[in-house]
């Protein structure tokens, strides 16, 4: 299982702690240091579409409108932390860490 998020991410490090204390294995990719490849970019959005984007960000907010007008895809190589966190790969694909996803990983 891999966790995408960042490491200061209170919602990653939840997630984390959580799955490891149920004994999964877990493995953290923080996107900060280790931005997503393109095929990663591309699985997430088709997985999630534009909801994998985080508007309410202050990364986004700080966006100018022409940045906003570009593609996701665009977005979240220039701005790897736009990415609505955390991304769960296990046996498919997670958005966040609300009681729907925790049922399904736990």
């Known amino acids: 299982m891999k966790l995408y998020g ?4 209170d919602t990653c490090r939840k997630a984390l702690k959580t799955l490891t204390s149920n004994r999964k294995e877990v493995e953290f990719v923080d996107i900060r240091a280790a931005p997503l490849s393109k095929d990663d970019i591309a699985r ?3 997985a999630f ?8 960000s202050t990364t986004w907010r700080g966006m100018s409108e022409a940045e906003r007008a570009t593609p996701p895809a665009d977005q979240l190589a220039a701005h790897p932390i736009l990415m609505k966190r955390p991304v769960i790969e296990a ?6 860490w609300g009681k729907d996803v925790q049922d399904a990983l736990l």
């Open 6 to 9: 960042i490491k200061t991410c």
């Open 44 to 46: 997430f959005l088709s």
């Open 49 to 56: 579409g534009d909801a994998l984007i985080n508007t309410r």
């Open 91 to 96: 046996d498919a694909l997670y958005l966040g």
